[in-house]
DNA sequence: ACATTGTGCATGCACGATATACACGCGGTG
DNA sequence: CACCGCGTGTATATCGTGCATGCACAATGT
């Protein structure tokens, strides 16, 4: 349970619980087979709601990283290393698509945005 | 008014018109000192509230972009090209740095995000 | 049976979106 | 010059939706 959770973001909190677990699982960090913590110990962990965690699991299923089993716990799906880029590159793909027709809208060139990228990305 | 206003989006409408407005803004479509549709014809035009109209037009002011003057209208503020270069990169970089924080949040590197907005950006 | 796990329901709160009534500014008219 | 009407932005009250929560219920395994 490697997660940190901002008040200050606008993003919901049962979303940054979801996007850090995605992404720990697709670089490989929680490997498959593995369970998660119990939802109330992560609970207590992240200092949410027992709701809010389930919350983020939902997701997590539904984007079949992870599945579930009633009074068992929650296991996370074996991925091969191909599948896991792929499904990283599917994720990142769908944000950048939206991230992209922002840009669009202000009337930057590829070429632009790529230098911009440049600048920012340490 | 040229606004398309997309109800499937997550976004917020006013947000959606502020962001909209202010590209325009900002690529020069809508000229200084020009005064923006009344709030009510606006908001017959896009179909949306008057008070969604007003919250959009706030946070153009708060952005400096236009000014209201009560029982008169509301005004583009003038803006020479440096500024609206300056601003428009101001506005794209603050955007993007909590974009490139979701895509290295993925453990993608500048390179790979690079090649894969080549592949997006027609 | 009991402890541990996930699940379902009812509540409080913040925010987006709306309609309606109010205040300010300008220009025509007596 | 005063007044009133029209067009402008402004403020208040209300409704619906979604996030976050606590508590009680069901399922699994020892």
Redesign the pocket.
């Known amino acids: 349970m490697n997660i940190l959770i901002s008040n200050t973001s606008e993003?919901?909190?049962?979303?940054?619980i979801f996007e850090q677990i995605s992404a720990q699982i697709l670089k490989g960090e929680l490997q498959g087979g593995y369970?998660?913590?119990?939802?109330?110990?992560?609970?207590v962990e992240l200092?949410?709601?027992?709701?809010?965690?389930?919350?983020a699991?939902?997701e997590l299923?539904r984007s079949g990283l992870i599945y579930?089993?009633?009074?068992?716990?929650?296991f996370i799906t074996e991925l091969s290393a191909e599948e896991m880029i792929q499904k990283r590159h599917e994720t990142v793909l769908k944000q950048m698509e939206s991230d992209i027709a922002y840009y669009r809208s202000f009337g930057l060139r590829l070429e632009e945005v790529i230098e911009l990228l440049r600048t920012v990305y340490e």
């Open positions: 993003k919901p909190i049962y979303q940054q369970s998660l913590p119990p939802i109330r110990q992560a609970a200092q949410v709601s027992i709701i809010t965690v389930k919350k699991w939902e299923e579930t089993v009633t009074g068992k716990g929650c």
